[in-house]
């Protein structure tokens, strides 16, 4: 399964932005997706994840201000990140994955918090 990221972008403190991730193919609705972030020298961290009957966890420093959500297709699984209120230590690349047995990492879209 390959997974293309996209979205990412440039925004202010408080600003807005919402992450695609699209799967190459269809796979089954019953595994769990997720968002990490990665920081320049840190390991990803996932802040979201997302299971296929709708169940959402949050990392403690995005709850209440992101949000995860799934499109489960036939040929293919899209999951969103609608980010609000966002803060410069939002700032990272974004990853999408299998949360439980990663598949090969996309390349992630970038998302900076800056004034």
């Known amino acids: 399964v390959q997974l293309v990221e996209s979205g990412g972008g440039l925004a202010q403190p408080g600003g807005s932005l919402r992450l695609s991730c699209t799967t190459s193919r269809g796979v089954a609705s019953a595994i769990v997706m997720g968002w990490c972030r990665q920081r320049p020298g840190k390991q990803c961290e996932f802040i979201a994840t997302?299971?296929?009957?709708?169940?959402?966890?949050?990392a403690d420093s995005v709850k209440g201000r992101f949000a995860i959500s799934r499109d489960n297709g036939v040929n293919s699984v899209t999951v969103y990140l609608q980010m609000d209120n966002l803060r410069p230590e939002d700032t990272a690349r974004y990853f999408c994955?299998?949360?439980?047995?990663?598949?090969?990492w996309g390349r992630g879209t970038q998302v900076t918090v800056s004034s």
């Open positions: 997302i299971s296929g009957s709708g169940e959402t966890e949050y």
């Open positions: 994955n299998n949360r439980f047995r990663a598949w090969s």
